[in-house]
């Protein structure tokens, strides 16, 4: 699998940008698709998680109400929406795949994702 992310800019607070990440290659049910984001000097965490084939989602508790996600299977595309941007979403964004832990994509859980998209950068000016 390969994950190629686009749509990172820079946008004043209060902003909106919508991510996208396009798969290339098989992507199972037992698969999770997932955003992670990594600020400077900051360890690498997850932002939103959603089943591959669809179902339910789940947000950090930092972005929720204020994020979305959505996916459009024939492109093979998860899109995160952000909407209220503050500084502080301000990090290099990262799409990921894999990360079915317990059965649930619920848990984020950094370890459990086996494939990784290079980056786009989210900025984010008060």
């Known amino acids: 699998v390969q994950l190629a992310e686009s749509g990172g800019d820079s946008v004043q607070s209060g902003g909106s940008l919508k991510l996208s990440c396009t798969a290339s290659?098989?992507?199972?049910?037992?698969?999770?698709m997932a955003w992670f984001r990594q600020a400077p000097g900051k360890s690498r965490e997850g932002v939103a998680a959603?089943?591959?084939?669809?179902?339910?989602?789940y947000y950090a508790d930092s972005v929720k109400g204020r994020f979305t996600l959505s996916q459009d299977y024939a492109k093979n595309t998860l899109y995160l929406q952000m909407s209220s941007l503050k500084p502080e979403d301000t990090a290099m964004y990262y799409c990921?795949?894999?990360?079915?832990?317990?059965?649930?994509?619920?848990?984020?859980?950094?370890?459990?994702?086996?494939?990784w998209g290079q980056g786009t950068q989210v900025t984010v000016s008060s």
């Open positions: 990921a795949a894999g990360g079915l832990y317990s059965g649930s994509c619920a848990y984020l859980l950094l370890r459990a994702y086996n494939y």
């Open positions: 290659g098989p992507l199972y049910s037992r698969y999770c």
């Open positions: 959603a089943y591959a084939t669809g179902g339910s989602t």
